[in-house]
């Protein structure tokens, strides 16, 4: 079976976005620094339709992690950083425009329903009320037998990691220090999730990526 996969940049403190998230700050007071060593690669900016961008082992990185990509889970605070009814969501139609970089299905977590929305480029939004199994199932489904993404945020990551269905996870280890914000690994039985390290890189920018095996 094609495998569920994480990939996510996290600062040295074990924060995967700043403290106050908001509509201005989506990845919370300071998270964009997460996020600036893919920035600046070629393979980020050619999926976000970009030129230019340095091509190095950062760039190869990112290149393999959407090699072999089917779909995509993420939770409605990804997709608009909204709450409550579509119709009072600033963001309804997500932070990507009309064009989104995944080019697949992508699947959203939530609480309201909302019929389908396609986008330009490949990528459909489908919104799923009946929690994350059933999105899971419908991804798959989707994916035929390409992987699926979780794209975030941290809470549904860890529903996942907990219910066991994980696959595998790579964790971009950026050398800052946030001193507060979303933990990866918060709610979660130490004595139940575990971890077999994999392959490490590291990168001319000191960002540091180690895949990890979740063990079954």
Same mark, same amino acid.
């Given at each position: 079976?094609?495998?569920?996969?994480? *990939?996510?940049?996290?600062? =040295? @403190?074990?924060?995967? %976005?700043?403290?106050?998230?908001?509509?201005? !700050?989506?990845l919370?007071?300071?998270?964009?620094? =997460?996020?600036?060593?893919?920035?600046? /690669?070629? %393979?980020?900016?050619?999926? !976000?339709?970009?030129?230019?961008? @340095?091509?190095?082992?950062?760039?190869?990185?990112?290149?393999?992690?959407?090699?072999?990509?089917?779909?995509?889970?993420?939770?409605?605070?990804?997709?608009?950083?909204?709450?409550?009814?579509?119709?009072? *969501?600033?963001? %309804?139609?997500?932070?990507?425009?009309d @064009?989104?970089?995944?080019?697949?299905?992508?699947?959203?977590?939530?609480? !309201?329903?909302r019929?389908?929305?396609?986008?330009?480029?490949?990528?459909?939004?489908?919104? /799923?009320? @009946?929690?994350?199994?059933?999105?899971?199932e419908?991804?798959?489904?989707?994916?035929? *037998?390409?992987?699926?993404?979780?794209?975030?945020?941290?809470?549904?990551?860890?529903?996942?990691?907990?219910?066991?269905?994980?696959?595998?996870?790579?964790?971009?280890?950026?050398?800052? =220090?946030?001193?507060?914000?979303?933990?990866?690994?918060?709610n979660?039985?130490p004595?139940?999730?575990?971890?077999?390290?994999?392959?490490?890189?590291?990168?001319?920018?000191?960002?540091? !990526? /180690?895949?990890?095996? /979740?063990?079954k």
């Open positions: 079976m094609a495998m569920l996969r994480l *990939d996510m940049s996290m600062s =040295l @403190d074990g924060y995967v %976005a700043g403290p106050n998230p908001s509509m201005e !700050h989506p919370g007071e300071g998270g964009e620094q =997460l996020h600036q060593w893919a920035f600046a /690669v070629a %393979a980020w900016r050619e999926r !976000h339709g970009l030129s230019g961008g @340095d091509r190095n082992p950062d760039s190869e990185v990112v290149d393999e992690s959407v090699r072999d990509l089917g779909a995509t889970i993420m939770g409605r605070s990804m997709f608009s950083g909204g709450h409550g009814s579509w119709a009072s *969501d600033p963001n %309804a139609n997500g932070w990507w425009g @064009d989104p970089p995944f080019h697949h299905p992508v699947f959203v977590l939530t609480h !309201h329903a019929a389908p929305l396609p986008m330009q480029g490949g990528t459909t939004f489908t919104f /799923v009320t @009946d929690g994350p199994l059933a999105a899971l419908q991804a798959r489904a989707a994916a035929g *037998d390409k992987d699926v993404a979780i794209g975030g945020g941290a809470n549904l990551v860890q529903q996942y990691l907990a219910a066991g269905l994980l696959d595998e996870l790579q964790i971009h280890h950026v050398p800052v =220090l946030l001193g507060g914000g979303t933990p990866l690994f918060a979660l039985d004595g139940k999730v575990r971890f077999e390290r994999g392959r490490v890189a590291e990168s001319p920018t000191g960002v540091v !990526h /180690v895949k990890y095996r /979740v063990l």
